[in-house]
Nanobody, 116 residues
């Protein structure tokens, strides 16, 4: 089972930027379609899909983050990134990464808090 660790979250003012990282424990990561998801703590709702990147770099985004967020990956480092610009309070959530098809066990996530 591949282990995933997210990092890079924090507290930022509206309009600010953060860069999230997701590191996988196995280089099988390099062959996988990977995604970022987010979930608001305390809200009984499934994780929301945010963005996806294929093994060759094709990307897709949730409409509300298109143009503000950029997903990328460095297969040599088994790492995926999410550059988040022009952050809004509604982006506040715990962010997770995982394989798009047949997710592995979820990592701890990283908290992103955007103040107004």
């Amino acid at each position: 089972q591949v282990q995933l660790v997210e990092s890079g979250g924090g507290l930022v003012q509206a309009g600010g930027s953060l860069r999230l990282s997701c590191t996988a424990s196995d280089n099988i990561f390099n062959l996988m379609v990977m995604s970022w998801y987010r979930q608001i703590p305390g809200i009984d709702r499934d994780r929301e899909w945010v963005a996806t990147i294929t093994s060759i770099g094709t990307t897709s985004y949730l409409d509300s983050v298109e143009g503000r967020f950029t997903i990328s990956r460095d297969n040599a480092k088994n790492t995926m990134y999410l550059q988040m610009n022009s952050l809004k309070p509604e982006d506040t959530a715990v962010y997770y990464c995982n394989r798009f098809h047949k997710p592995w066990s979820w990592g701890p996530g990283t908290q992103v808090t955007v103040s107004s």
